[in-house]
Nanobody, 116 residues
Framework: VQLVESGGGLVNPGGSLRLSCVAS????????MSWYRQRPGAKRGWVAG????????EYGEFVKGRFTIDRDDAQNTVYLAMTLLHTDVTAVYYC??????????WGQGTQVTVSS
């Protein structure tokens, strides 16, 4: 089982990024996918979730319309499009897969840094 995030990096305030998380080793469509983040000195916190491709998208309060979660079950990939980035977005972003059991898998994380 693997979840591999990519797409992080250094971006200027007001910029955009799209994170990707590619899954392997399990039946991706059967899992609810989420993004979490861990800011320096803080606990890991939930960012966004999407149970099914045609399901409702759910977001943490701090997102305020700036992020969009999406998934492509044919590509075993979940995305997080991030816009209007502010320095408060700086964190390591992780994807998580969850199904009944519960079975939970985490990726290794990708660093997002917003700085001028």
């Amino acid at each position: 089982v693997q979840l591999v995030e990519s797409g992080g990096g250094l971006v200027n305030p007001g910029g955009s990024l799209r994170l990707s998380c590619v899954a392997s080793g399990f039946v991706f469509s059967g899992y609810a996918m989420s993004w979490y983040r861990q800011r320096p000195g803080a606990k890991r916190g939930w960012v966004a979730g999407l149970r099914r491709a045609d399901g409702p998208r759910e977001y943490g309060e701090f997102v305020k319309g700036r992020f969009t979660i999406d998934r492509d079950d044919a590509q075993n990939t979940v995305y997080l499009a991030m816009t209007l980035l502010h320095t408060d977005v700086t964190a390591v972003y992780y994807c998580r897969a969850l199904t009944y059991g519960p079975l939970i898998y985490w990726g290794q994380g990708t660093q997002v840094t917003v700085s001028s």
